[in-house]
């Protein structure tokens, strides 16, 4: 299967990891498998990676391009990263990567609706089961529409198109890609369609509600800096300010100690950090990986250790 995808920060990843020959590693975002075959590449002494993912397509090739490799891939949410785990009868590991956000094959992909740029159906389910974009679209109240346009896109014209959505589909149902961008591109004022496509934050806001990344996110966050063992670090990579924020103070959480008040003597809640930053602030791609790949752009890399 022809599941490209060119993986990110990928030389400040491995590095970041500290990558062990003999260590136990998970990819809960295995994708095209372009980090998890550097890492597994590196595990020559009875090391071992773990790669999840819950695309079926992503899963295929991964299995694939790891094959002869120390790799086992799962199908499943990196939030079931500890049932997985379990299943293998692995308590611990010793480094952990979640590459957030859209595969290059999804986008890549037409008949996966994931793009503006191109007219297909309207699903952008990464798992490919369960609500699509266009039960979203088709179904949603025109207030919550609205909501996530604006929470989840900073759409600030998300009432606008909340409404022509609505207003459109009780003349016809939306099931196609290039039908949503119509209406996205009609509820825009021309002047603030120059610079940008005026569809990026409406479909951004959809696949975010389709997938619940958001939750799956703060949950994954959760389970994989359980799984880490004493010394283990956990790097996560994002692509919008919404993610990186869910991460940064996740991340801040966990490195903050005492909560008693400033003016008590001494400390009385006996609360310790759990973890310490890698690196204080977001590591972002070099120019000569952003002339490489445009999509890394907007990425940013940041690195936790357990204590």
Request: charged share 25%.
């Amino acid at each position: 299967m022809d599941f490209v995808h060119i993986p990110v920060l990928l030389q400040e990843t491995i590095e970041g990891l500290a990558i062990r020959p003999d260590g136990i590693y998970v990819d809960g975002t295995v994708g095209g498998a372009g980090h998890s075959y550097e890492i597994a590449s590196r595990l020559t002494e009875g090391g071992r990676l773990i790669g999840l993912d819950r695309d079926p397509d992503a899963v295929q090739a991964a299995t694939e391009r790891l094959r002869g490799l120390p790799a086992t891939v799962v199908h499943c949410n990196y939030s079931q990263m500890r049932e997985a785990l379990d299943g293998l009868g692995i308590a611990e590991v010793d480094g952990i990567l979640m590459d957030l956000g859209v595969s290059s094959h999804q986008l890549d992909e037409a008949e996966r609706g994931f793009s503006y740029h191109a007219d297909a159906p309207l699903d952008m389910r990464m798992s490919q089961t369960g609500v699509s974009a266009q039960d979203i679209v088709g179904t949603w109240p025109e207030q919550e529409l609205a909501r996530i346009l604006r929470d989840y896109g900073e759409e600030k014209f998300a009432g606008k198109i909340a409404a022509n959505i609505v207003k459109a589909r009780e003349t016809e149902p939306i099931t196609r890609t290039g039908q949503l961008a119509d209406i996205v591109r009609a509820s825009i004022p021309q002047k603030f369609r120059r610079d940008k496509n005026p569809c990026k934050k409406t479909f951004q806001a959809i696949r975010i509600a389709v997938n619940d990344e958001f939750g799956h996110l703060r949950n994954g966050l959760d389970a994989a800096f359980e799984c880490l063992r004493p010394g283990g670090r956990l790097a996560v990579i994002t692509f919008h300010s919404l993610e990186d924020r869910i991460v940064k103070q996740q991340f801040a959480k966990w490195c903050s100690g005492c909560t008693c008040p400033p003016d008590f003597p001494q400390c009385v809640c006996g609360k310790k950090p759990k973890g310490t930053l890698v690196v204080r602030k977001p590591v972002t791609a070099c120019d000569e990986e952003l002339e490489q790949n445009h999509r890394s752009r907007s990425a940013k890399l940041r690195l936790i250790e357990r204590s």
